[in-house]
């Protein structure tokens, strides 16, 4: 029995769970717009490995419930023969919304990092005074304000399941509709999702450790760096997957675009739009980032 993970076929019950299980993995693996760039910046802000991995699990947490639920969803699509909702889940206009509401709420993310607070706060006596200021200018001080939450990371995953890509055409068009049963509906979601958080842990933990290896930075200056490339990635990343949304919406031809390579592997095939998110994100704002910070820690927080 051959088993194509490019291009698989359901084959029978515990086949088609082994393989939503495969592609769980290689989903978490491959550069994906709703997994990288959201570990990587919860990941960094935790500044260890265990916190890291941690990061990463409760992430795949929320994706995990969302899959599931949404592969029983998609069983009784399939079963009713609900071709509106099937269409309308893979268009672009359901596209743009996803990603911008993933935006969204990574802009408020990076906002709590870096502030304490979830939304923009101005005092209204100096604005009844003029004497309006810029209270939230940049001031390295500020990012010691609050950790990074696990909730956010939850909540996170749960609003990032709703990407739609390859493998959630695989898992929702051929591998749910195949259960025997409405018992079982959620099972390739689920699997799939616990694959995805295999591999998730591993890279949030990886995330965690590598900040640790600044080693001219005191134990200030670590969680000073850590907060300000989480705070910078959520942000700014944020914003460009607003943007991105948004832009999908008035303009649905972008999502045609993309490179094709000979790596027969969902992500590293056709790379389009989310693959260079994840790349001016991840490695774009991420390494910026970091340079910056360690510059500027090194500057405040010598190690003692």
Known sequence: ?????????????????????????????????HTWPITFS????????????????VFSLGFTLQRAIMSEVMFFVFAYGLTSFKDFISSPLFFGIVYTVVGVVMYIAGHYVKYGKYYPHIEVDEFLNRKLKKRYVHKERDFFKSDVKMSMALLHGIIAGFGFGAFALIIYFIFAPSMPGPALGFVPGLVF???????QFAFGAIFGTWIRKVKKLGLNGLKFLARYISASVLLYGGALFILTGIAVVIFPEILTFGVVTP???????NLGVGFFIVIAIVVGIGLYSYAKGVKIATQRFKKR
Do not use: K, W
């Open 193 to 199: 999702g616990l694959g995805t958080m295999t591999a």
């Open 42 to 57: 919860y990941a960094i802000g935790s500044t260890t490995t265990r916190r890291g991995a941690e990061s990463g699990a």
């Open 1 to 33: 029995m051959a088993i194509n993970l490019f291009d698989p076929a359901a084959q029978g019950l515990y086949v088609t769970i082994f393989l939503s299980y495969i592609l769980g993995i290689v989903h978490g693996v491959t550069p994906d717009e």
């Open 263 to 269: 790596i027969s592997v969902h992500n590293l095939h």
